[in-house]
């Protein structure tokens, strides 16, 4: 059941990543929708479900992109991996907390999509960062926080309490 | 070696699935750029495709839904307008039937005024023929009486498809019949020379001695001779001389035409409606508003 939500929300974010991502661009910086659904997945039903459906959706993201097929898949299994990780040793039911896991889950997403880029100009990887990656993690953590506001009004305690 | 990494491997499921999937993702990562291409191909066609088309699909109905609300609101706006507009068009015809480009000078007739413009008035002291620019095309005939506000202006005496000339009160050889609107005496008005034939003045002829003509007096056309209907305002009387058999009556015309610009030729006549219609009677009262009320008798 949760796997089925799961892949919903994950089509969902694939949508919103191509579609509503642009249109609230702020200087740049835009919100990673995939990279949430992957955070909230680990949290949801752990690490390895979420490292497969990071993959999953990596790789339909990475069909836009030939080139590059594969990278996205990585960038996200690892985001999924590494969150599911860290939750079991984190403070669930605060927001400052899931905040700052979905800022650091963003961030390695595009330390580990940029660094395989830019893998023969490791030159522009620490600007390019800085440029896009660290405004457009800001961007991601804010919706983490609308994320847990709506959980904890909707009384799901998984996201929004401490199991 | 390999014994113990699948050992590892299973202890360790979290860690193989991720290193799996990493494995996956090099490995796509380095196949050759046709095969990528054929493999994102048919991730895109099954997975990619089917989102795409919903998403556009709902895009462009929301973009229509915009644009047809953007074209309810302009054609709001031009309904209204034309509602405005239609109101303007509807209040100019009710003002021209009421004060404007009707006339009556009499109970039983009433003229059409065309209005028209002066573009041309050759002469010298005396004014022979005044230019207007309106023709037969336009409803102008032969005969026609020509107005301004102030009174008589003369009658139409040729016509062409787009212009007319006119006649003035004030050519030399103009005669018109006239009466004292307050005494009805009638006589006809005509121009005055002096002794090396310049104009000087007007004067009403054929007045019976010791009519009852005062200074002041309306001059108004007769009617007779059918030409100019009567009522017209022609001028005030500003000489009385007595003569043994008649008066002689100094008039200056109402009109000055040396400032006209703008004329009304009474291009025809129509039989007046009895009373005021309702429509009229409705409109007076919307302009000055309603008038006593009629005291109720026995």
Known sequence: MRIGVLAALAAIAVIADATLAPEIEVLGARPDFIVLVVVYASLLVGTRPATIVGFLAGLVVDSELPEYLGLHALALSAVGYVTGGVWDHLVRGNVFVQCTLVFGASLLHDVVYYLVYYRNHLDMLGPFLLRYGVPGALYTAVFGAVVFVLARLAGWRAIAHDA | ?298
């Not at chain 2, 290193?19 to 066609?45: M, Y």
């Not at chain 2, 005024?113 to 050759?122: E, K, N, S």
């Not at chain 2, 209907?229 to 002689?248: F, K, Q």
């Not at chain 2, 000055?256 to 309702?278: C, H, K, M, N, Q």
Request: glycine share 10%; with cysteine.
């Open chain 2, 1 to 298: 070696m390999l014994s113990q990494l699948l050992r590892l491997f299973r202890e360790n499921r979290e860690l193989s699935t991720f290193v799996v999937c990493a494995a996956a993702s090099f490995i796509l990562l380095g196949l050759p750029p046709a095969v990528k291409e054929g493999t994102s191909a048919v991730l895109a066609t099954v997975f990619l495709d089917p989102f795409k088309r919903m998403t556009t699909g709902a895009l462009e109905l929301a973009g229509i839904r915009e644009e047809n609300a953007a074209l309810r609101k302009i054609a709001a706006e031009l309904a209204a307008e034309r509602a405005g507009l239609m109101e303007y068009r509807y209040e100019n015809e009710r003002l021209r039937e009421l004060i404007g480009f009707f006339v009556s000078f009499s109970e039983d007739e009433r003229f059409e005024m065309l209005p028209a413009r002066v573009i041309g008035m050759p002469g010298g002291r005396i004014i022979e023929r005044i230019e207007l620019d309106k023709g037969s095309r336009d409803g102008v005939g032969s005969g026609m009486p020509v107005i301004v506000p102030e009174g008589l202006i003369g009658k139409v005496v040729g016509v062409s498809a787009g212009r007319s000339k006119i006649e003035p009160l004030a050519s030399a050889s103009s005669a018109v019949s006239v009466v004292i609107e307050r005494s009805r005496v009638r006589g006809v008005i005509r121009p005055r020379y002096g002794p090396v034939s310049d104009f000087v003045s007007w004067g009403v002829d054929y007045v019976p001695a010791r009519s009852d003509i005062r200074l002041g007096d309306l001059v108004i056309t007769s009617g007779l001779g059918g030409v100019y209907p009567p009522g017209i305002a022609v001028g005030t009387v500003i000489s009385v001389d007595e003569n043994p058999l008649t008066m002689s009556v100094g008039v200056r015309l109402a009109v000055d035409y040396a400032t006209i610009e703008r004329v009304f030729v009474l291009t025809g006549t129509r039989e007046a409606t009895p009373g005021r219609s309702d429509l009229e009677a409705r409109l007076l009262d919307e302009l000055v508003g309603p008038g006593p009320m009629p005291e109720e008798t026995d």
